[in-house]
């Protein structure tokens, strides 16, 4: 497991625009954990940035997935967090993203639909730690 610590949002976007975005490839899913303002959507945020997607990066919380299209991989980002388990995501036909065919697929909330999520799905949980600096651990 790798641990990785960020001291503030701006570090936090660029771990995942320097770091992470050149390692993803085709098909893989990311189940990424942490509370509510933990840094999901700033981590995501480098990421889209890192593959070369040139818009705006928002949480899907309401709208459950955005796509960023235009980079060198497309990125899905599912946010399951108004979701009330796996059954309701198949509804919504979250199983055509897992794992995604021509990108990435990242998944905030995946304990949600944890039974769905694809062997290979790499967690990534993200804490506030007592300096409010993040600390983003991987499981491979």
């Not at 490839?25 to 990421?47: N, P, R």
Request: charged residues 20%.
């Amino acid at each position: 497991m790798d641990t990785i610590i960020c001291k503030n949002v701006e570090e936090t976007i660029r771990w995942g625009f320097e770091q992470m975005a050149p390692r993803l490839s085709v098909g893989m899913v990311i189940a990424l954990t942490g509370d509510l303002g933990a840094g999901k959507t700033h981590l995501v945020k480098g990421i889209a940035l890192g593959l070369g997607y040139p818009g705006e990066v928002t949480s899907p919380t309401f709208t459950l997935l955005h796509e960023y299209l235009g980079g060198r991989l497309t990125l899905y980002h599912l946010d399951l967090y108004r979701i009330q388990g796996a059954q309701e995501a198949i509804r919504f036909g979250v199983e055509d993203y897992l794992p995604a065919v021509e990108g990435v697929t990242i998944v905030e909330w995946p304990e949600r639909i944890q039974s769905l999520l694809p062997s290979g799905t790499q967690w990534w949980e993200i804490q506030i730690l007592e300096d409010l600096s993040r600390q983003i651990k991987i499981r491979i």
